[in-house]
């Protein structure tokens, strides 16, 4: 495994907002802001080189439901299972809160 998980932090942001902008995404600052505040323990990147190439969000709602969002790979960073650990991190995170169903957020839902 050639890249490193890790939570995110505010220091993260810029990196993974201009991921974001990068794959032509539309949130804003705002909303890592507003996800970090939420759930920090549930927001996680991944590193490769010291640079941030991908990204995964969480969010609970109790333990009744659990959203993961923001969840991206930069496409020279793909094929090496990053995406696969971070939904995996992500997953396991909500399950440790005791989250009893979970949704993610995908291209086509929105």
Not at 52 to 69: A, D, E, H, K, Q
Not at 87 to 94: K, P, S, T, Y
Request: charged share 20%; proline share 1%; with cysteine.
């Amino acid at each position: 495994m050639n890249f490193t998980l890790r939570r995110l932090c505010a220091d993260d942001l810029a990196a993974a907002d201009q991921l974001r902008t990068d794959l032509g995404w539309n949130q804003t600052i705002l909303d890592w802001q507003r996800l970090l505040a939420l759930s920090a323990e549930g927001c996680f990147v991944a590193e490769q080189t010291e640079r941030i190439v991908g990204t995964c969000t969480t969010v609970s709602y109790g333990n009744t439901l659990g959203w993961i969002g923001i969840m991206m790979v930069h496409p020279a960073s793909r094929g090496q299972g990053i995406g696969y650990a971070l939904l995996q991190r992500a997953v396991d995170q909500l399950r440790q809160r005791g989250v009893r169903c979970l949704e993610q957020m995908t291209a086509e839902s929105g």
